[in-house]
């Protein structure tokens, strides 16, 4: 005889039970086995870091080309010292505030933005202090030749920490509203050598490149040609508006 399960009765059939199990258990499985497989799929957070609540003291010289940055003195763990990036609170970058202090050894305060190797500070307002007119050695920068890269512009105050993701369509109107107000550009690429690296962009001389040359190109997927420079941890991508294409 079939059974027939009776929904006011306490306990269903013994055999729809039997079923009912069975289900119950391959449907679990399934679920979890999708779970963690859309789990394992799923691209993590990139590992940079903004010190939002943590306020440091920094000392080295002021640089202003290409863009506002600090170098260190040299040290046993970097014989050229380290390059950090300058920029101002909110959306704005360190120009104004560091014109005057361009070539002297100085004292402030900021936190730290930082993804891998590359470093930046949001200076804290008011706290440069000038320690003295003697620049550090500068480091010459290295050709690594010309390249055609694939990757994306991005605002490096975003991308270096400061927002995660920092990139991406979804980023595009935080990014031109970073970079029309000064904050460096950086063109983002993982085919560097076949690695991912994050170039400061340029004009050929080494000068900012004008924002009119990139704002309508920010986070879209694109090809630059140009030449790669080295200085101390920092790469600079030189090249000419007219050399990207989308």
Not at 113 to 118: A, L, V, Y
């Amino acid at each position: 005889m079939t059974e027939f399960y009776v929904g006011s009765l306490p306990k269903a059939p013994s055999g729809i039970a039997r079923k009912m199990k069975v289900v119950i258990v391959v449907l679990f499985a399934a679920t979890t086995t999708c779970a963690i497989g859309f789990a394992a799929v799923q691209r993590t957070y990139s590992r940079s870091f903004f010190e939002s609540g943590k306020i440091r003291t920094f000392y080295g010289a002021i640089e202003a080309n290409p863009y506002p940055t600090l170098l260190t003195s040299p040290d046993a763990a970097n014989s050229s010292g380290l390059r950090y990036l300058l920029v101002a609170n909110g959306k704005h970058g360190a120009d104004s505030q560091v014109a005057a202090y361009v070539g002297k050894s100085v004292r402030f305060r900021g936190r730290l933005i930082h993804r891998d190797d590359q470093k930046m500070i949001v200076l804290s307002d008011g706290s440069i202090a000038v320690l003295g007119d003697l620049r550090q050695n500068q480091v010459a920068p290295t050709n690594l030749g010309e390249f055609d890269l694939v990757g994306e512009i991005v605002d490096s105050k975003c991308y270096l920490g400061n927002m995660n993701p920092g990139n991406g369509k979804v980023h595009r109107d935080c990014a031109v509203r970073c970079l029309s107000g000064g904050i460096p550009p950086v063109f983002a690429t993982n085919d560097f050598h076949g690695s991912p690296a994050v170039l400061l962009l340029t004009s050929p001389n080494q000068k900012p490149l004008p924002k009119e040359a990139f704002l309508d190109r920010v986070a879209q997927p694109m090809r630059i040609h140009g030449r790669v420079m080295q200085i101390g941890n920092s790469l600079l991508l030189e090249t000419e508006s007219s050399a990207k294409t989308k």
